[in-house]
Structures are given as structure tokens and as C-alpha cells.
């Protein structure tokens, strides 16, 4: 872990096919690993098969949370941002840890 931030996503409609291909090409070409989650959905972005079953079955009238895990977690989140533009209503950072602040820790709240 280089670097661990996590986004609170709200979406006002459903994310279309072609926008989860992209996210999981970008995820996938990426040093980043990036995980989504909502009640008891959870997905890892690389796993494509699971992507699009957690943005089929997300709940738009709930916050999604979004945990990146790499160098400058900020850049990709702007890229994800980029790709879900129509559809996030607000989003907002929760928690940010340096690897060093991570490793100090026992465990960690995303």
C-alpha cells in the first residue's frame, strides 16, 4: 500500500456498459487497485464479471464507496470522476492514509 483514500459516491442514475468497460480498462492498465462497495455488494474494479454485477445491482438512493490504493490516489480518483461525470451527484473524500500512517496502525477504517 503506497497510498489508501476512500470516496463517498452518490449517483442520480444508473452507470451504462460502456462507462464500466472503461473504468475496468483504466483499472486494469493501472498500478492502482480500486474496490467498490454498497451494503453487501462489493467488488474489485479489475474483475470485470464482478463490476458489472455491482453496478447492476448498486442502489442509486445509496452512497457508494470507492477505496483506491495506489501512488497519488487523487489522480485516479479525477479519472474516475471523468468517466462518471453524468452520473455523480456529490461525492466526497472520507479517509486518506500514508503508507507509513497505514503501517502504524493495527487496523484501519476506510
Given at each position: 500500500m503506497k497510498?489508501?483514500?476512500s470516496y463517498q459516491v452518490h449517483l442520480n442514475q444508473a452507470v451504462t456498459t460502456s462507462e464500466i468497460i472503461d473504468i475496468h480498462k483504466f483499472v486494469s492498465n493501472s498500478d492502482y487497485e480500486i474496490y467498490l462497495h454498497q451494503d453487501q455488494l462489493i467488488a474489485d474494479a479489475t474483475i470485470m464479471?464482478?463490476?458489472?454485477?455491482?453496478?447492476?445491482?448498486?442502489?442509486t438512493k445509496k452512497p457508494i464507496k470507492m477505496i483506491i490504493d495506489?501512488?497519488?490516489?487523487?489522480?485516479?480518483?479525477q479519472k474516475l470522476q471523468n468517466?462518471?461525470?453524468?452520473?455523480?451527484?456529490q461525492s466526497d473524500q472520507r479517509v486518506k492514509y500514508s503508507a507509513s500512517m497505514a503501517d502504524e496502525q493495527i487496523s484501519i477504517v476506510v
Open positions: 497510498e489508501l483514500t464479471p464482478k463490476l458489472m454485477s455491482f453496478f447492476l445491482l448498486a442502489n495506489g501512488d497519488n490516489a487523487e489522480s485516479a480518483y468517466i462518471l461525470s453524468k452520473h455523480i451527484r
